[in-house]
């Protein structure tokens, strides 16, 4: 079965700093993972894919992610944080079939400080 | 271009009541359809998911139920509202078969049982 754990429910950065919100999964194939932002009162928005080739893969709003096989991770960043990227960020791994479905992380609240 | 609707945005029902939210998808045929619940500190729960009409997967036992009756239409029901069925539900779709297409959420309902 496979299972997403995201390292830390809040984390707090400064505006212009770095943002790293960690993401490790669990899978018996290989995996096809995403992140997804979620502003207050709204759904869910895909910032970025990762299915097959390149393992850094680039998204929306200057966030990238890096899939690491050996480490079972797909942690996203962006170099410089904006008061706009405060938000909910949810890491998602599914199995790839056409029957697969998706399982999220608990979440990363994303506190943006100026 | 596809678009996907859901309504109630918000919604306050009192214990024991009926529930029906509505989710419709246009610009596409045949999508795969999910319910998702989202309940704080939890992440997203998968609820329902159905690959066409009439059909439906469950993930979790509850007090819920889903239905699709037509291509691009998923409810979800409950015949008897408990407390713990509040939460934010979002209702998603996705297009074929490939995990390549990821999935795109509704802006979602906000459920009080009080």
């Known amino acids: 079965a496979q299972s997403v754990t995201q390292l830390g429910s809040h984390v707090s950065v400064s505006e212009g700093a770095l943002v790293l919100l960690r993401c490790n999964y669990s899978s018996s194939v290989p995996p096809y993972l995403f992140w997804y932002v979620q502003y207050p009162n709204q759904g869910l928005q895909l910032l970025l894919k990762y299915t097959t080739g390149a393992t850094l893969v680039k998204g929306i709003n200057g966030f990238e992610a890096e899939f690491k096989k050996s480490e079972t991770s797909f942690h996203l960043t962006k170099p410089s944080a904006h008061m706009s990227d405060a938000a909910e960020y949810f890491c998602?791994?599914?199995?790839?079939?056409?029957?697969?479905?998706?399982?999220f992380g608990k979440g990363t609240m994303l506190l943006v400080s100026p | 271009s596809q678009t996907i609707h859901q309504w109630p945005a918000t919604l306050v029902q009192p214990v024991g009541s009926p529930l029906s939210l509505e989710c419709t998808v246009e610009?596409?045929?045949?999508?795969?359809l999910y319910w998702y619940r989202q309940a704080a500190g939890r992440g997203l729960q998968l609820l329902f998911y159905s690959v066409g009409i009439g059909q439906i997967s469950s993930e979790v036992p509850q007090n819920l139920s889903a239905s699709r009756p037509q291509d691009r239409q998923f409810i979800l029901s409950s015949k008897k509202l408990l407390l713990s069925d509040s939460g934010f539900y979002l209702c998603?779709?996705?297009?074929?078969?490939?995990?390549?297409?990821?999935?795109?959420f509704g802006s979602g309902t906000r459920l009080t049982v009080v």
């Open positions: 998603a779709w996705r297009a074929g078969y490939s995990e390549n297409y990821g999935y795109t």
């Open positions: 610009g596409t045929s045949n999508p795969n």
């Open positions: 998602a791994v599914s199995e790839g079939s056409g029957y697969s479905t998706l399982t």
